[in-house]
């Protein structure tokens, strides 16, 4: 089974920063949408940063101009980098590739996932 993997979880203060990473399989990462979501005990996943095959980046209302994709192609391998960290982005962060197009707000429609990588954020 393709597995994505992620890292970079941790626990900080609210105000704190960090940097989630995720490794796909180069031929899962090219041309695929690659997107971020996390769900919080009790609640449903949701989809937090998206980046689709081509150029488009979707983020969710709750983290724009908090939370910033970027990649390095190179090593297929895409990154979530979180500032301004609040206690309501406490969650396990998974990252999810599906091809050829994707449905940001239907994670069950996404093929391919990784482990996640827990987020603590304390106030």
Do not use: H
Request: aromatic content about 10%; overall charge neutral; glycine content about 14%.
């Amino acid at each position: 089974q393709v597995q994505l993997m992620e890292s970079g979880g941790g626990s900080v203060q609210a105000g704190g920063s960090l940097r989630l990473s995720c490794t796909a399989p180069q031929y899962i990462y090219k041309g695929a949408c690659m997107g971020w979501f996390r769900q919080a005990p009790g609640k449903e996943r949701e989809g937090v940063a998206v980046r689709t095959g081509g150029v488009i980046v979707w983020y969710a209302d709750s983290v724009k101009g908090r939370f910033t994709i970027s990649e390095a192609n190179a090593e297929n391998t895409m990154y979530l980098q979180m500032a301004s960290l609040q206690p309501e982005d406490t969650g396990m962060y998974l990252c999810a590739a599906e091809t050829p197009t994707c449905r940001v707000g239907e994670p069950a429609t996404w093929g391919y996932w990784g482990q996640g990588t827990q987020v603590t954020v304390s106030s």
